[in-house]
T-cell receptor, first 111, second 115 residues
């Protein structure tokens, strides 16, 4: 049972435009959400997080939005840069400090 | 700044053999996690330590898997009697915190291949 879902396996965006990556979850008990970025042959790298008591968190070019009623979060990257090309995972914290990851979205930023 | 270190990076073994992986977390981090990742999937939680105590263990983890974190420093993950389905990337992550929040820092993983 996949509790965190990323329904878009891939996304291509022109350099300078906005990238929007989406994530849906099923468990209303999740209280902390994170986005990670992963390059080939490396472990995931933390990007940005948001607590369930907030609906937006911003860090430079990265903004995460949380819609609890829809059980949906999104990551906005603006402006997108070629170096942003990677696989992006969303994750959610459940009870007992267990973290659940989505299947990832591969972002390609075209120069 | 040394990040999370995992050893070995790659392990190839025959079915039925035992394997052990090591993870050295960031030195001041009190929390340590093990994950497994297969192709096309995200990391799947296996187990979690706070200091030396193993506080959570996935119900998906069979009895062939065991993890330890003696003295709350490095951790080992052992798989006994390996099976073809154990082939995966095994990721270790660490974080610091006394409360519930705190991002995890991942190592680059150990890729296990079962022949």
């Amino acid at each position: 049972d996949q509790q965190v879902k990323q329904n878009s396996p891939s996304l291509s965006v022109q350099e300078g435009r906005i990238s929007i990556l989406n994530c849906d979850y099923t468990n209303s008990m999740f209280d902390y959400f994170l986005w990670y970025k992963k390059y080939p042959a490396e472990g995931p790298t933390f990007l940005i997080s948001i607590s369930s008591i907030k609906d937006k968190n911003e860090d430079g070019r990265f903004t995460v939005f949380l819609n609890k009623s829809a059980k949906h979060l999104s990551l906005h990257i603006v402006p997108s840069q070629p170096g942003d090309s990677a696989v992006y995972f969303c994750a959610a914290r459940g009870t007992g400090n267990q973290f659940y990851f989505g299947t990832g979205t591969s972002l390609t930023v075209i120069p | 700044d040394t990040g999370v270190s995992q050893d070995p990076r790659h392990k190839i073994t025959k079915r039925g053999q035992n394997v052990t992986f090591r993870c050295d977390p960031i030195s001041e981090h009190n929390r340590l996690y093990w994950y497994r990742q297969t192709l096309g999937q995200g990391p799947e939680f296996l187990t979690y330590f706070q200091n030396e105590a193993q506080l959570e263990k996935s119900r998906l983890l069979s009895d062939r898997f065991s993890a330890e974190r003696p003295k709350g420093s490095f951790s080992t993950l052992e798989i006994q009697r390996t099976e073809q389905g154990d082939s995966a990337m095994y990721l270790c992550a660490s974080s610091f915190g006394l409360g519930p929040l705190g991002p995890q820092h991942f190592g680059d993983g150990t890729r296990l291949s079962i022949l």
